[in-house]
């Protein structure tokens, strides 16, 4: 009896040891990562947007869409345009990515070009019947022109308010033949020509009427003839042989160009006085 017990724990003790060599010799398999395939990089988008032209400059131009947002882009040699440049034309320019003020103009597409007026005023093109004409011979390119209050000009630049509620921007250069008293507040018609790449350009702007007196108690406007000038004050004669003293201080808004000889309209603070305090001196054509 003892002996086949023994024999029996021993057959267990065998079949113990055989198993467990089995499971140490099984080998392990390694787990296997999923292996990403790489993502592809989106080509950029080609993005659109539409609306009037409001500035035209050396390579930028800026057009507002029917919400009143501005939008800015440059323009270079790659920049295909197609259509008329006119500002006030609907435009429709595409760019690729995401839109920064002066992003590179992909296209350019005249959607709707601006109504060629007959009327003296407005704006058009010259070639239109009845369209104000420039007063010297008309180039070879095709000229337009556009009537306005004059917002601001500098040497390089004149700024015009439409009636559109638009201000336009117009380059000018050392031919651009100006009337004199373009200043802030008159009106204007301005010639020009030129393309988006090259900018807008005038060829004459033309004084149309002067700007209104300024609003205000006790502001006074008097024209004369400048016969002295320095920084603090100016001499002027009036049309009644009198010569006036106004003061100027650092408030006084002053026309560049203002010399001896010069006519020019002072609005002023009180009475006809000697030592009348200017407000603004403004250059006006001479008589």
Not at 32 to 53: H, I, M, N, Y
Not at 173 to 197: L, Q, Y
Not at 211 to 234: E, F, I, N, R, W
Not at 276 to 283: D, F, K, Q, S, Y
Request: net charge negative; glycine share 8%.
């Amino acid at each position: 009896m003892f002996k086949q017990r023994f024999i029996f724990i021993a057959f267990i003790l065998v079949l113990v040891f055989a198993l467990t060599a089995c499971a140490q010799e099984a080998p392990v398999a390694a787990p296997v990562e999923p292996v990403e395939e790489p993502a592809e990089e989106p080509a950029d988008s080609v993005s659109t947007k539409t609306g009037v032209l409001i500035e035209a400059s050396m390579h930028v131009i800026s057009i507002q869409a029917p919400d009143g947002t501005t939008y800015t882009f440059g323009v270079d040699d790659s920049t295909d345009i197609q259509g008329s440049e006119l500002l006030g034309n609907t435009m429709s320019v595409t760019f690729s990515g995401e839109y920064t003020s002066g992003i590179i103009a992909t296209t350019i597409t005249t959607v709707t070009e601006v109504a060629q007026t007959s009327a003296s005023g407005g704006k058009g093109s010259t070639e239109a019947p009845g369209a104000p004409q420039p007063k010297e011979p008309a180039p070879a390119d095709k000229t337009w022109y556009i009537t306005g209050t004059v917002q601001d000009v500098s040497m390089n630049q004149l700024q015009l308010l439409y009636e559109d509620g638009k201000t336009y921007t117009v380059l000018k250069d050392d031919n651009t033949k100006t009337d004199p008293g373009i200043v802030v507040g008159c009106v204007a018609r301005v010639f020009h020509k030129g393309n988006i790449k090259d900018g807008m350009l005038a060829t004459e702007i033309h004084f149309i009427a002067d700007a209104p007196p300024p609003t205000g108690p006790k502001v006074y406007y008097l024209t004369g003839t400048v016969t002295d000038a320095s920084m603090h004050q100016l001499q002027l004669a009036y049309e009644d042989g009198r010569i006036y003293t106004i003061l100027k201080d650092d408030n006084t808004r002053t026309d560049p160009g203002i010399e001896i000889g010069s006519t020019v309209r002072v609005y002023h603070e009180g009475n006809l006085a000697d030592e009348m305090l200017a407000t603004e001196i403004r250059l006006v054509a001479n008589p």
